[in-house]
C-alpha cells in the first residue's frame, strides 16, 4: 500500500467516524437560548401587558429569558411579518390578538403573510370593546348618535388601525345607522386614550381594560351582553344597533415548527394559564381567560378569516 493509498484511507475512516459521532449526539435540546416573543402592537397596550406575564410564566417553566419585542405599526402587520419570516426553531414566537393575522391579508395585497403562515399554540384570551368619550364630551350614545347623525363626518373617532376589531366596529357603526364619522386611525389603545383624554377626538373605540383604566366616560359597549364592569352601559345591540365585536388571542409560532415544540409549548399553557399571577393580569385588563387548544384555536383563527372576507367584500376593502 502506498503511502497515499493509506493517507487517503486514515482519512476517509476519520471522516466516517466523525459522521457517525455526529449522528449519534441527540440535538440540542429546546430551549437552549433566550426566547423571543413578537406583540404587534405598543407597549402599554392590553395585549402587551398580558402577554408579558405570560412571557414571564413561560420563561419560568421552560428555564430561560422570555423576552417580550414590540414590533408595532400598520395594525399589527409588521410584527405578523416578522413572526412569520422567523425560523421556526421555538426561539421566537408571537402573543397576537387574532386580527393581525386573520384580516391583514384580506385588506393589504401583498401583505407577505397568511394565515398559514402561522401554526397556532393556544388561546389565552378574550375581551371586549366599548366606545368611549372623551371628558367634556357628549354624555351618551343617543346624544353621541344624534349629532353625529347632523353633522356627517363632524364626530372624529379614533379607531386602532384597518383590519383590527374597532375598525370593524366603526365599519358596522356606519354600516348600521347610515352615520358617517370621521376616522381618526391610531396605533392601538394607548394613544387612542392620550387623544382623547387631550380632546384630540370625540369619541375612540378600545378595549373595555383601556377604558377603564384611563378613566374615560364609556357610552356603549359591543359585548352579546352588558360588561361586568359596567353594568350600567348598555350595549349596542340594546340601542338596535346592530354590532358585536370581541377580541382573542394567545400564544402562537410560525409555520413549521417541530412538532415536539409546539406539543411542549402547548402543554405549558395549560399550567401557565392557571397560574395566579396571569390570573391576576388578565382580571386587571378585564379580559377574560380563554383556554383552548392548538386545534381549536385554529379553528376559531379560520372561522374569523372566513367571517371578515365577508365584511370586508361587503365593505368594498377586499384586497384579493
Avoid at 399589527?76 to 397576537?96: Q, S, V, Y
Avoid at 385588506?107 to 367634556?136: D, E, K, M, W
Wanted: glycine share 14%; charged share 15%.
Amino acid at each position: 500500500m502506498t503511502k497515499g493509498s493509506w493517507g487517503r484511507r486514515a482519512l476517509g475512516a476519520v471522516l466516517t467516524l466523525g459522521l457517525g459521532l455526529c449522528l449519534a449526539r441527540p440535538a440540542a435540546a429546546w430551549p437552549d437560548r433566550p426566547i423571543q416573543v413578537v406583540v404587534p402592537f405598543p407597549a402599554g397596550g392590553v395585549v402587551d401587558v398580558v402577554a408579558r406575564g405570560f412571557a414571564q410564566a413561560l420563561g419560568e417553566r421552560l428555564g430561560v429569558a422570555v423576552a417580550v419585542v414590540n414590533r408595532d405599526g400598520a395594525s399589527g402587520a409588521i410584527g405578523a411579518r416578522a413572526l412569520a419570516t422567523a425560523r421556526p426553531d421555538g426561539n421566537t414566537l408571537g402573543f397576537f390578538p387574532a386580527g393581525a393575522i386573520t384580516t391583514q391579508p384580506l385588506l393589504v395585497r401583498n401583505v407577505g403573510y397568511s394565515l398559514a403562515s402561522f401554526q397556532p399554540i393556544c388561546q389565552v384570551f378574550s375581551g371586549g370593546y366599548v366606545l368611549a368619550t372623551s371628558r367634556g364630551g357628549p354624555t351618551d350614545a343617543v346624544e353621541l348618535l344624534a349629532r353625529a347623525r347632523r353633522e356627517p363626518g363632524a364626530v372624529a373617532l379614533a379607531y386602532g388601525g384597518n383590519g383590527t376589531p374597532p375598525h370593524w366596529i366603526l365599519l358596522g357603526l356606519q354600516r348600521a345607522t347610515g352615520i358617517q364619522f370621521n376616522p381618526v386611525p391610531f396605533r392601538g389603545d394607548p394613544p387612542i386614550s392620550t387623544a382623547l383624554l387631550g380632546g384630540e377626538v370625540t369619541v375612540g373605540v378600545l378595549g373595555t381594560g383601556s377604558a377603564l383604566g384611563a378613566g374615560l366616560p364609556v357610552l356603549m359597549s359591543f359585548g352579546a351582553e352588558r360588561a361586568t364592569e359596567l353594568p350600567a352601559v348598555p350595549t349596542a345591540r340594546e340601542m338596535g344597533v346592530p354590532v358585536q365585536e370581541a377580541v382573542f388571542g394567545g400564544l402562537i409560532a410560525p409555520a413549521g415548527l417541530p412538532q415536539p415544540i409546539a406539543q411542549r409549548l402547548e402543554a405549558e399553557c395549560t399550567t401557565i394559564a392557571t397560574d395566579p399571577r396571569v390570573a391576576d393580569t388578565l382580571r386587571a385588563t378585564r379580559m377574560d381567560r380563554v383556554l383552548t387548544s392548538a386545534a381549536q384555536f385554529g379553528a376559531a383563527l379560520s372561522a374569523d378569516v372566513a367571517a371578515k372576507r365577508e365584511l370586508a367584500r361587503m365593505a368594498g376593502l377586499l384586497a384579493e
